[in-house]
């Protein structure tokens, strides 16, 4: 059986145009595709300009600062001071992200390796969404007649 039609009832755009008016041009479509070379690319320009900041930034920041770090002492030009402080901090923060992608891929592998050893045959575990599943009753085969 097929639900009835509602052939009466008639949906309008919300900004108020029927779809019909064909003075609104389609925007156009990419001549080529974007490549990875091509991201390389301009990942490699993007790069650059920020290497070309970094390097007026250290310049600039030329004066000497005196630096302690575990019983080390020494001077630093101040950029390069600052620089190295950015680079440790943004490091601190990249290890418990890279630990926790690490622990994610090697629970995938488990799982995959797990599901790999399965039996094909036997009991399904329940599900765990929380709702209850009920068999369908099984239908009589058609037979001769």
Known sequence: MT??????VRFFPLDGHDGTDVSRPMPPQPAVKRSRVG???VAAV???VVLLLL????LQNGQRA???FLGVHGTLPMGVALLLAAVSGV????LPGTARIVQLRMLGRRRVTQEAGAPESGP???????IASV???????????
């Open 124 to 130: 399904t575990p329940p599900p765990t969404t929380g």
């Open 3 to 8: 639900a009835p039609r509602n052939n009466h």
């Open 39 to 41: 991201g390389l690319w």
């Open 46 to 48: 993007v790069f650059a």
């Open 55 to 58: 390097l007026i930034f250290v």
């Open 66 to 68: 005196e630096v302690s």
């Open 91 to 94: 490091l601190l923060v990249a």
């Open 135 to 145: 068999p369908l009753p099984r239908r009589p085969e058609n037979q001769d007649g």
